[in-house]
Nanobody, 124 residues
């Protein structure tokens, strides 16, 4: 089992920045690829970014490419999502997830463990 706890969400004005963190406990963090997803009420959960187990492969949704950066610190069992130039459309609950597909995946069904989510609200 892997337990994931997100933090760092909040309210920010358009154009601002936030950094989300996801702390993992349980099985060896370094054995998992990690991903960030987001969901707005009434809509499907959507892929945001993913990082492979060693951090060598990075994946981004087109909507966040150039604005968001995913990274990980295996020594701290933590994955981060730096979000810059935020837009109102980025408003959502953000979830981190862990996958045994160590290369990383854009597919939410490829993830084995999920956090509870953290709310990000971007005001215009």
């Amino acid at each position: 089992q892997v337990q994931l706890v997100e933090s760092g969400g909040g309210l920010v004005q358009a154009g601002g920045s936030l950094r989300l963190s996801c702390a993992a406990s349980g099985r060896t963090f370094g054995n998992y690829a990690m991903g960030w997803f987001r969901q707005v009420p009434g809509k499907e959960r959507e892929f945001v970014a993913a990082i492979s187990w060693r951090g060598g492969n990075l994946y981004y949704a087109d909507s966040v490419k150039g604005r968001f950066t995913i990274s990980r610190d295996n020594a701290k069992n933590t994955v981060y999502l730096q979000m810059n130039s935020l837009k109102p459309d980025d408003t959502a609950v953000y979830y981190c997830a862990a996958s045994t597909r160590i290369a990383g995946s854009r597919d939410q069904y490829g993830y084995n463990y999920w956090g509870q989510g953290t709310q990000v609200t971007v005001s215009s």
